[in-house]
């Protein structure tokens, strides 16, 4: 593991971390939580089209979900899944993003959702 992804995994856990009990109540609904921790520009303009208003943590909304659905086969099956325990939260950190399961106390990453560059 690179330098640049240690310090994306770090960014990832504190800002989860620090939304739990936000991410724990959103989930209680069935519902996919965001996670935004200090996003790029391009992230700004692509959540705000999508409503959101600057809050560290918020539900997903329909027009987010149905976006996302469209953008790879692994994104698309983790958007329409739900696994009882298990809330999903879509991570944005700086320019990068991650599909993320918190599962009892622990945290992984969607399998096959990264990609090379991810926190070069």
């Known amino acids: 593991m690179g330098c640049g992804q240690g310090r994306l995994l770090y ?9 739990a009990c936000a ?13 935004v921790v200090a ?17 560290p943590v918020f539900a997903m909304s329909d027009s987010m979900r149905r976006a996302m659905s469209c953008a790879d086969e692994v994104t698309e099956r983790w958007i329409a899944g739900s ?18 399961n918190c599962e009892e106390g622990l945290i992984s990453i969607e399998p096959g959702s990264t990609d090379e560059r991810c926190g070069e």
Request: charge should be negative; hydrophobic fraction near 45%.
């Open 11 to 19: 960014r990832l856990l504190e800002g989860i971390g620090q939304q």
């Open 23 to 35: 991410i724990a109540e959103i989930a209680s609904r069935g519902e996919i939580s965001v996670v």
């Open 39 to 55: 996003p790029s520009g391009s992230w700004r303009d692509a959540l705000d089209a999508h409503g959101w208003n600057g809050e």
């Open 83 to 100: 696994r009882s325990g298990v809330a999903r939260v879509f991570a944005v950190v700086d320019d990068d993003s991650l599909l993320v």
